[in-house]
């Protein structure tokens, strides 16, 4: 079963400018989750869709925005992009439902690292 | 807001010698993942573990849930060069019943095993 891909792996960027991130899941799961990782921060949830809808949100200003194809693919957008977005954007897919009632495994792509100059 | 603490930061060892990581917290969590990161790629799952007080080995791994499920250990055996990386920890709350695939990780250790 083929694991989760990101494209594309590498993307720079000006400040101001918007950018657009993509991931596909592994075949059957539902559910994507968005991370966004940095030396300072470590790795912060920014958001999951499941079934095309988007189910939690973390703490990240509105230019953060996601959304989720019937296929279960994701995009991640950024708009206005600030120096501090430079980072490493990870996804992570799941089935989005409990196993065995108790937990829901998530699997992580390989990420795209974004530069903003 | 739920926070993992993950100690230590940095771990630098000889081959061959023995190392806990520990990952800490005030909340509660449903189940506890392990990732190992290697640079410029994404964390690779490890183990989850579910109950309190849950024991899981991986090879020369040992992994632990605390009692209360506040807590989790990492303990490698032997360590060998191969083991170098990055290692985070991560809960994962369900409401409601239903699992939310959000993640809180810990900051992470970078262990580096010499030969």
């Known amino acids: 079963k083929a694991g989760v891909t990101q494209t594309p792996r590498y993307l720079i960027k000006t400040r101001g400018q918007q950018v657009t991130l993509s991931c596909s899941p592994i075949?059957?799961?539902?559910?994507v989750s968005w991370y966004q990782q940095t030396p300072g921060q470590g790795l912060q949830f920014l958001f999951e869709y499941f079934s095309e809808t988007q189910r939690n949100k973390g703490n990240f200003p509105g230019r953060f925005s996601g959304r989720q194809f019937s296929n279960s693919r994701s995009e991640m957008n950024v708009s206005t992009l600030e120096l501090g977005d430079s980072a490493l954007y990870l996804c992570a897919s799941s089935m989005g439902r409990l196993a065995g009632g108790r937990y829901n495994e998530q699997f992580f792509g390989p990420g795209t690292r974004l530069t903003v100059l | 807001t739920q926070l993992l603490e993950q100690s230590p930061q940095f771990l630098s060892i000889q081959e061959g010698e023995n190392l806990t990581v520990y990952c800490n917290s005030s909340s509660v969590f449903s189940s506890l993942q392990w990732y190992r990161q290697e640079p410029g790629e994404g964390p690779v799952l490890l183990v989850t573990v579910v109950t309190g007080g849950e024991v899981k080995k991986l090879k020369r791994l040992t992994f632990q849930f605390g009692d209360a499920r506040k807590d989790s250990s990492l303990h490698i055996t032997a360590a060998q060069p191969g083991d170098t990386g990055l290692y985070l920890c991560a809960g994962a709350t369900n409401a409601g019943g239903t699992s939310y695939g959000k993640l809180t990780f810990g900051q992470g250790t970078i262990l580096t095993v010499h030969p």
């Open positions: 075949s059957g799961h539902r559910s």
